[in-house]
């Protein structure tokens, strides 16, 4: 996966008494229409192609073209088609197998917290699928968009299902941190994103899904200034993944 950075060179010469500062934006690259093709395939902005690794690109085409066959039932997900119906869609058999092993991870995850207690949010991956693939979703390159406010954010990334930390110093306008949560690969990822502060851990847990990305807001535990808030990001997609957060 990548971040979208832009990035100014700017260089400077003394000329007598006058300081001269030029600036040269980078050219835009040109994409071609396979590109924008397969980008299109891969749910992603077509900005992320050149720094996905073929491995992932492979799990993520998978996971896009099964998702049409991932059904909620109840709190449970099941993938409704074949090895064989998967193959003449293009889904390699060893794809096939991944892809369960993903659903399957995610749902003994979801019982999991069920039995702790907690809650968590699911989502309809088929629909998700279907409005994508109708043309009713669009995808955006600016997956770090907030409020034009300037309040702490950054970026936490794993590399598979390990938690991701950051953090940031409170100051007393901040009621929340919105998270913004993409996955790797996986058609059915566990988000789950914690927020601590004042002693106490506030949790916020939401099944996502390969094309879209996944909000998910947790409360700070109480207001104030000076008070460092710990924040943590993980999921279940054995590839990883990333979110965007802003305190808020």
Request: hydrophobic residues 35%.
């Given at each position: 996966m990548?971040?979208?950075g832009?990035?100014?060179t700017?260089?400077s010469?003394?000329?007598d ?5 030029s ?13 924008i ?6 749910a ?9 690794s ?15 066959y991932?059904k ?5 997900y ?13 889904v390699?058999?060893?794809l096939y ?6 659903i ?14 907690e809650?968590i ?7 998700v699928?279907?409005a994508y693939?109708?043309g009713?979703l669009?995808?955006?390159?600016n997956?770090?968009a907030y409020?034009k ?8 990334i794993?590399t598979g299902?390990?938690?991701g930390?950051?953090g940031?110093?409170?100051?007393r306008e901040?009621?929340?941190v919105l998270?913004r ?13 914690t927020v601590?502060?004042w002693?106490e851990k ?13 909000e998910?807001?947790v409360?700070i535990?109480?207001s104030?200034?000076?008070?460092y808030?710990?924040?943590t990001?993980?999921?279940?997609d054995s ?5 965007n957060?802003?305190?808020?």
């Amino acid at each position: 996966m990548s971040l979208i950075g832009l990035i100014t060179t700017l260089s400077s010469c003394s000329q007598d008494e006058d300081l001269v500062i030029s600036g040269k934006l980078p050219e835009t690259k040109a994409y071609s229409t396979a590109e924008i093709q397969q980008a299109k395939e891969l749910a992603i902005p077509v900005s992320e192609l050149d720094n996905m690794s073929e491995d992932i690109k492979e799990k993520r085409a998978a996971s896009i073209i099964l998702s049409d066959y991932i059904k909620l039932e109840g709190n449970q997900y099941k993938l409704a088609i074949s090895e064989q119906e998967a193959q003449k869609l293009g889904v390699a058999p060893n794809l096939y197998e991944v892809i369960k092993a993903e659903i399957a991870l995610t749902n003994q995850t979801i019982l999991e917290y069920l039995e702790m207690g907690e809650t968590i949010e699911l989502c309809d991956i088929q629909s998700v699928s279907k409005a994508y693939k109708n043309g009713k979703l669009e995808l955006s390159d600016n997956t770090s968009a907030y409020s034009k406010v300037a309040y702490p954010s950054g970026t936490i990334i794993t590399t598979g299902q390990e938690d991701g930390t950051s953090g940031f110093t409170t100051e007393r306008e901040h009621t929340k941190v919105l998270f913004r949560c993409r996955t790797a690969a996986a058609p059915t990822p566990i988000y789950r994103c914690t927020v601590t502060a004042w002693g106490e851990k506030k949790i916020g847990s939401k099944v996502g899904n390969a094309i879209t990305t996944t909000e998910i807001t947790v409360p700070i535990a109480a207001s104030g200034s000076g008070v460092y808030a710990t924040l943590t990001f993980a999921t279940s997609d054995s590839n990883g993944g990333f979110c965007n957060w802003q305190a808020q």
